[in-house]
């Protein structure tokens, strides 16, 4: 089982920027992926973007061109920063790690995008 632990989240106006953090430990798989989703009130979970263990990363339409995913120098640590945030932004972010034994999700973080 590997254990998340996300920080970043909280109030941003429209246009603004935010930084996202998620710290994995535990049974870490060499290989793996790691990502974030997002769940909004009333609506299902869903995909933001993603990054293997090589650098390949993938991106919800949505947000593909504003935000980026990246690794940590550790391997460990998974970075989401957002720019041009949208009101329709505004969910709980969730940090997932997958490996092909192991889908572990973090607690989550509010973001919330004001007009």
């Known amino acids: 089982q590997v254990q998340l632990v996300e920080s970043g989240g909280g109030l941003v106006q429209a246009g603004g920027s935010l930084r996202l953090s998620c710290a994995a430990s535990?049974?870490?798989?060499?290989?793996?992926?790691m990502g974030w989703y997002r769940q909004a009130p009333g609506k299902q979970r869903e995909l933001v973007a993603t990054?293997?263990?090589?650098?390949?990363?993938n991106y919800a339409d949505s947000v593909r061109g504003r935000f980026t995913i990246s690794r940590g120098n550790a391997k460990n640590t998974v970075y989401l920063l957002m720019n041009s945030l949208k009101p329709e932004d505004t969910a709980g972010y969730y940090c997932?790690?997958?490996?092909?034994?192991?889908?572990?999700w973090g607690q989550g973080t509010q973001v919330t995008v004001s007009s």
């Open positions: 990054i293997t263990s090589g650098g390949i990363t």
């Open positions: 997932n790690y997958f490996d092909r034994g192991s889908n572990d």
């Open positions: 535990g049974n870490i798989f060499s290989i793996n992926r």
